[in-house]
């Protein structure tokens, strides 16, 4: 568990920064005013949280390794955004981020607020469906948003959050991912990501909403072999080693956050041809779920308002607000 114990806080900056030598635990404990008692269940603590810390009787403690752990002690001392994820509740497991999320919102929790957990029990998808959330592999992550955006508008934020992911993996890893309309992010095909935009309103307008966002980063092997809808994939196997968690998750709120601002201030429409490039739908005849209907066409692109355009087997153009892309064929 992670803590906001200032003394837990300050015993891991010294150890951080005698860079891998020893720290004297009495020097440590005069200089925070503790027992060398005291230290040491800081020590158990920090080691409990995944800090891979030496003792050394006459020496001290040695830093050896910091986990790839999204605690806030290494993510709120190095996150580069303005209004986003300015407040970071983490857990190491959860039922579900978005549940967590939901329950702090109604609660007046702010804007930006960010759920982290290292693995969720009741990971879930659109409909209830479940989303696997094995430990410390993945991100998994809820957002809460309270800009008061019209009904119809909100839900356009998935799409911001996966355009957000689609940059940062391209910034960072050099991995050209694409976006299954509305809510998947992808690679060759393979789903890397799911969204799932969760909100309450008031009337016409958005009290707060919800973007729960799960990203496979490390899993390998059978953690990819489902069985799921689609064929999955991770960061990790599709850049050929195991990465920082951390790393991906700071560029993505940076990423957002740009994107957020700009949705907000400017409208969807000034995002509405970065969109259509990051589609991995375009010209591809593909299968949608819509309602009670099953709708078979090439997809054309999008509205400036977020629907899909669609043209039927009959040439006639089709606009679909919200759906489900079960095939995507290949143009022969
Ligand atoms: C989604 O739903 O893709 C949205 C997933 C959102 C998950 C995040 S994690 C943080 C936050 N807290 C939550 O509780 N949820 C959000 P959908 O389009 O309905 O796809 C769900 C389907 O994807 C499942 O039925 C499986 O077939 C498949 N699936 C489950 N886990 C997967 C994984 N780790 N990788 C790839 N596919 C998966």
Not at 118 to 138: A, F, V, Y
Not at 206 to 211: G, M, N, T
Request: aromatic share 8%.
């Amino acid at each position: 568990m992670a803590h906001n114990d200032a003394t837990l806080i300050q015993i891991l900056h010294a150890l951080k920064e005698s860079e891998g030598l020893y720290v004297s635990g009495a020097v440590l404990a005069t200089r925070l005013g503790i027992s060398r008692a005291g230290i040491w269940k800081h020590i158990r603590s920090l080691q409990s949280m995944g800090y891979e810390i030496e003792s050394h009787p006459k020496e001290g403690y040695r830093l050896t390794a910091i986990p790839d752990m999204l605690l806030p002690e290494e993510i709120t001392p190095n996150i580069r955004t303005v209004w986003l994820g300015k407040n970071y509740y983490y857990a190491q497991e959860m039922g579900s981020t978005n549940d967590q999320a939901l329950m702090m919102a109604s609660k007046g929790a702010p804007h930006g607020t960010i759920i982290i957990a290292e693995k969720q029990t009741q990971g879930r998808g659109r409909l209830n469906r479940r989303w696997e959330s094995p430990e410390r592999s993945g991100i998994y992550m809820s957002i809460i948003l309270t800009t008061p955006l019209p009904l119809r508008v909100a839900p356009l934020s998935m799409q911001i959050a996966a355009l957000a992911l689609v940059n940062a993996l391209r910034e960072r890893y050099d991995l050209e991912a694409s976006i299954k309309w509305p809510n998947d992010v992808l690679i060759k095909g393979k789903k890397l990501a799911g969204i799932l935009a969760e909100m309450q309103s008031d009337q016409d307008c958005v009290k707060f909403l919800v973007i729960g966002i799960g990203i496979n980063v490390n899993q390998m092997g059978s953690e990819l072999e489902g069985p799921f809808r689609y064929p999955a994939t991770s960061v990790a196997s599709e850049v050929g080693y195991t990465l920082k968690r951390q790393e991906l998750f700071l560029a993505f709120l940076d990423h957002f956050e740009i994107l957020y601002d700009q949705f907000t201030s400017h409208g969807f429409q000034s995002l509405h041809k970065e969109l259509e490039s990051a589609s991995a739908l375009l010209g591809k005849t593909i299968t949608v779920h819509s309602g009670n209907e099953e709708i078979c066409g090439k997809a054309l692109g999008f509205t400036p308002e977020g629907a899909l355009r669609l043209s039927t087997k009959e040439k006639k153009e089709k606009i679909i607000w919200v759906g489900d892309v079960t095939q995507i064929e290949e143009n022969r």
